[in-house]
């Protein structure tokens, strides 16, 4: 699931990543970061599909390019089916900034339930 949502978002054309960014990529950026993972279980054993919640960060040099960039990732990511990855939805999205030596950028958070396949 992990490197499937990196790639489709890589489509954008902007930088992506799980975690955080090691150097300094420019603007618009995106990170991902699982923020938790239900795993079933049944008679038989664990579950082939699992459900995690994933966080889309956005970051743009102005609210304008993050505002324009967000509808475009939301649809990305709510559309796609394939791999592993069996829906996506999104669930919520908070405004923010993050403060990067000395200045202030906005941020974007999007929130995703994502139903995947597990391997």
């Not at 390019?65 to 509808?71: C, E, K, V």
């Not at 089916?81 to 829906?87: E, F, L, T």
Request: net charge positive; proline share 3%.
């Amino acid at each position: 699931m992990e490197s499937e949502l990196r790639i489709l978002l890589e489509g954008l054309g902007h930088p992506v990543v799980w975690g955080s960014f090691k150097k300094d990529v420019g603007f618009p950026r995106i990170s991902l970061q699982r923020i938790s993972n239900g795993t079933g279980y049944t008679l038989k054993g664990r579950s082939q599909n699992e459900t995690a919640r994933v966080q889309v960060n956005l970051y743009a040099e102005t609210s304008g390019a993050l505002i324009r960039l967000a509808p475009h990732v939301s649809r990305l990511m709510t559309d796609y089916r394939g791999g592993s990855v069996i829906r996506c939805k999104e669930q919520s999205r908070r405004d923010g900034s993050s403060e990067t030596g000395g200045d202030v950028i906005p941020l974007q958070m999007l929130d995703f339930t994502v139903r995947y396949r597990a391997r």
